[in-house]
């Protein structure tokens, strides 16, 4: 079974500043699989990244992922305020435990 | 527009079961699997298992195995999650997500409340 692990935990940031995310897999993967998710409170997950790279439909483009074999990154270029939130990445359906990103 | 749109919140009992469902609309409901997520209160994402519904093929978590049943009725585009023997620790937001391999549109989540 393959584990993912997410660091840091929490990430405490200014609106404006560049966040990098990381999610570190147990083996090697097939970055096809690797997603990333934003989460807020109350809300149900989004999808932002999928197959490592690919922004899904009307993710802004500060949003990016990159990475493979079993290092991935999500990074945010520069923070706005509706981007504090917790982040989870996923492959085939296991998820990190998550990455929360606070305002400093 | 796609949209997944779940049953209503539960309260139950230690022993009982709890049936979820999640409606389907804006797409082919046969040409996309389901899969079912839980989140606990303050926790992480946990993965339960998928459901073709084209197929009505099933996998499940093996955390879940023997516990869990997800179905689908295709006349009304709507999956189901049974989840039987409940305890305290089943409490939590119960989400479907659609896709195989990510979850590009998500159900706006049912909270079960396993209490006596």
């Known amino acids: 079974e393959i584990v993912l692990t997410q660091s840091p935990g929490t990430l405490s940031l200014s609106p404006g500043e560049r966040a990098t995310l990381s999610c570190r897999a147990s083996q090697s993967v097939s970055s096809s699989y690797l997603a990333w998710y934003q989460q807020k409170p109350g809300q149900a997950p989004r999808l932002l990244i999928y197959g490592a790279s690919s922004r899904a439909t009307g993710i802004p483009d500060r949003f990016s992922g990159s990475g493979s074999g079993t290092d991935f990154t999500l990074t945010i270029s520069r923070l706005e305020p509706e981007d504090f939130a917790v982040y989870y990445c996923q492959l085939s359906w296991t998820f990190g435990q998550g990455t929360k990103v606070e305002i400093k | 527009q796609v949209q997944l749109v779940q049953s209503g919140a539960e309260v139950k009992k230690p022993g009982a079961s709890v049936k979820v469902s999640c409606k389907a609309s804006?797409?082919?409901?046969?040409?996309?699997?389901i899969n079912w997520v839980r989140q606990a209160t303050g926790q992480g994402l946990e993965w339960m298992g998928w459901?073709?519904?084209?197929?009505?093929?099933?996998g499940y978590a093996q955390k879940f195995q023997g516990r869990v049943t997800m179905t689908r009725n295709t006349s009304i585009s709507t999956a189901y999650m049974e989840l039987s023997s409940l305890r305290s620790e089943d409490t939590a937001v119960y989400y479907c997500a659609r896709g195989a391999y990510k979850g590009d549109y998500w159900g706006q989540g049912t909270l079960v409340t396993v209490s006596s």
């Open positions: 459901m073709n519904p084209n197929s009505g093929n099933t």
């Open positions: 804006g797409y082919t409901f046969t040409s996309y699997d």
